[in-house]
């Protein structure tokens, strides 16, 4: 390991309580941050391992005008050395508050395993390493081999219902925990109780996968998840979760990459498997989203769209509770398929079509905490996207109450997409007010 004597401790302990727990999670903010501002100004890891190491010079004008907003304190708070004086930095806090060597140690600590704090993003952390770092698997003992698939089964439910009501963040750590129970337990489970092992680690493992890009995580933990999940189905026979994974995958790609969303979605629903009608529903769905991002013209993403109400209409009545590890895709109704057919057509330049769906079915209240914040995000940005500024900023602040306690991400993102869009639109209130916020958000 190397020497940390002269480590900028107070820079890097400001970056983690903050919920930064990487480095790279710090350059992501910073650059978020600095468009907020009006900056054209990005920093590498490499910056930020300067700032941190006790050798680099202040921070140019620039630089610390991000800075200086993102913590709401001055510089030399942060370690850095007052305008004026030599340019240096301080490599310990105050002599009042000394970190000592376990403070030290804890600091690293936190910044490897921030996935399994309550607040940051996860680092990627594979199944070896989950076995490693948590007591879950060594308490699975305790249970029959049935009653511990019972128990991981209700565990899990329980941990999609803490997502889907009080974010990623709080659900993240129990979900990791559970698939590394499950990994352990499935090395010594006979045969038939290792098959639904696995069968429930598909599942956990798509959750996590979620999780995951929710909670800001890097793409890579994501991927590792999703693909996780898929060799667990694979080992199981299970072609509908493959599938279904699949259709996940597609909804995670960035409308950057429109084509491999298409391939994906398309793959999930052509592929040598059978998907159940509600997530072939939602499979037929986002491949409409991706034909739109590539420019499809609008008859043919309609025409998409009503293969998936006929898919959808081929699904019987939803008999129990919806839960994660029910059946696939009971979830998705109708009322979901309309709001996120909505997001279609505003992906295809039609945002009265989207702000009507919108309109019409956010009004049900059908939907989870998570869920009407991300649509009522989406809203929002499509009233930016008509030419109605306030009443997309209004919008706006109504879904950035929803998604702030609970940092719902995919909100949080598609708001800070609205407001890029109004930034034309400053001298506006309810535009100053939505800018505000989202900055006091990241401030705090």
């Not at 594979?126 to 565990?155: C, F, G």
């Not at 996968?209 to 667990?232: C, F, I, N």
């Not at 993403?301 to 008999?319: I, K, N, S, Y």
């Not at 993102?413 to 900055?439: I, M, Y």
């Amino acid at each position: 390991m190397s020497d940390t004597a002269g480590m900028n401790w107070r820079f890097v302990m400001a970056r983690i309580e903050r919920g930064w727990r990487t480095q790279q999670d710090f350059v992501e903010a910073y650059e978020a941050h600095a468009r907020m501002l009006g900056e054209n100004v990005s920093i590498s890891i490499r910056q930020v391992r300067r700032w941190e190491s006790g050798r680099s010079s202040l921070p140019n004008r620039d630089a610390r005008r991000v800075l200086e907003s993102m913590f709401q304190r001055p510089l030399e708070n942060l370690g850095f050395a007052r305008v004026g004086r030599p340019l240096e930095l301080q490599a310990q806090p105050p002599a009042k508050d000394p970190p000592q060597q376990g403070e030290k140690e804890d600091v690293l600590r936190r910044t490897f395993l921030g996935g399994l704090m309550a607040t940051g993003a996860a680092p990627v952390l594979d199944l070896a390493a989950l076995d490693h770092i948590t007591a879950a698997a060594r308490d699975a003992r305790r249970y029959s081999d049935r009653d511990l698939v019972a128990h991981l089964r209700a565990a899990l439910d329980e941990t999609a219902r803490t997502d889907g009501l009080i974010g990623p963040r709080r659900a993240l750590p129990t979900s990791l925990g559970l698939l590394a129970t499950i990994n352990q337990s499935a090395r010594e489970a006979p045969d038939g109780i290792r098959q639904k092992l696995l069968n429930l680690g598909a599942r956990a493992a798509e959750l996590a996968a979620w999780l995951h890009r929710d909670a800001g995580s890097p793409d890579r933990d994501t991927v590792y998840w999703h693909t996780q999940a898929k060799e667990w189905a694979t080992l199981t026979g299970d072609g509908a979760m493959h599938a279904y994974v699949l259709l996940r995958q597609a909804q995670a790609t960035d409308r950057a990459d429109p084509g491999r969303m298409l391939d994906l979605a398309r793959a999930a629903t052509r592929g040598p498997w059978t998907l159940p009608p509600r997530p072939r529903a939602e499979a037929l769905q986002q491949e409409a989203r991706a034909l739109a991002l590539t420019g499809a013209p609008v008859d043919e993403v309609a025409r998409t769209l009503d293969q998936a109400h006929t898919a959808l209409d081929q699904a019987g009545p939803v008999t129990g509770p919806v839960t994660c590890t029910g059946p696939l895709g009971d979830s998705y109704t109708a009322e979901r398929l309309m709001v996120q057919s909505a997001i279609c057509f505003r992906e295809a330049r039609q945002p009265d079509r989207a702000v009507d769906l919108f309109r019409q079915h956010l009004a049900t209240d059908v939907f989870a905490p998570r869920d009407r914040a991300f649509f009522t995000a989406q809203l929002a940005g499509t009233l930016a996207e008509a030419g109605e500024p306030d009443e997309a900023a209004t919008v706006a602040l109504e879904a950035l109450h929803l998604a702030a306690g609970a940092r719902f991400g995919q909100a949080l993102f598609e708001l800070r997409r609205t407001a890029l869009t109004l930034s034309a639109h400053g001298e506006r209130q309810p535009v100053r007010e939505l800018r505000d916020q989202l900055l006091m958000l990241v401030a705090g």
